[in-house]
């Protein structure tokens, strides 16, 4: 399946959150809830606003993962970026029906292609233990596991796991 990655839009807000809503389930069996305020949808606005802002700003950036048809399939996200040491926190999540198609690793892969323009050298992901598809696809990228002092736990079901991914001097950047 083709895709594309693209940064989010204010008009996105309404599709965002349908396909929020549509995969919240499958979503908080890996990853900690968003809470029931996220899916509220004027809550959902004002945050969507925000992140819009946020992006403007240039400290983080989201991208929704859509087919050429243009439906949402997924997100990536570039966030907390850290100017001085060109280092940001990587986030991605792809809805149910479209786990298993090499959608997350396409999307890394896009995303790995436009960090030149973003001036990032280095991305940081963590995952969830029992999240072995999220695992192989920072693998698959180039992302190293590392040791990292937190030991986060919600309700001592969830533990993560950190990677860092760093350009390395064979790249064309």
Same mark, same amino acid.
């Given at each position: 399946m083709d895709i594309l990655i693209e940064l989010l839009k204010e008009k996105d807000a309404e599709d965002l959150l349908k396909f929020e809503l549509e995969n919240r389930a499958f979503f908080e069996e890996m990853v900690p809830s968003r809470g029931d305020d996220y899916y509220n949808p004027q809550i959902f606005k004002e945050r969507h606003k925000d992140l819009l802002e946020e992006q403007e700003q240039g400290v983080s950036y989201f991208y929704l993962i *859509?087919?050429?048809e243009g439906s949402i399939l997924g997100r990536i996200n570039l966030v907390d970026i850290d100017k001085s040491l060109k280092e940001a926190y990587l986030g991605y999540r792809v809805g149910q029906v479209n786990t298993g198609k090499d959608i997350a690793n396409k %999307?890394? *892969? @896009? @995303?790995?292609? +436009?960090?030149k323009e973003k001036n990032i050298k280095t991305m940081i992901a963590k995952t969830t233990t029992n999240n072995i %598809? +999220?695992?192989r696809v920072l693998e698959k990228n180039g992302f190293l596991?590392?040791?990292?002092g937190e030991h986060e736990k919600q309700d001592d079901k969830l533990k993560f796991l950190y990677y860092s991914w760093t350009i390395n001097k064979e790249r064309s950047y």
């Open positions: *859509k087919n050429l %999307a890394l *892969k @896009l @995303l790995i292609d +436009s960090l %598809a +999220s695992q596991e590392f040791v990292n």
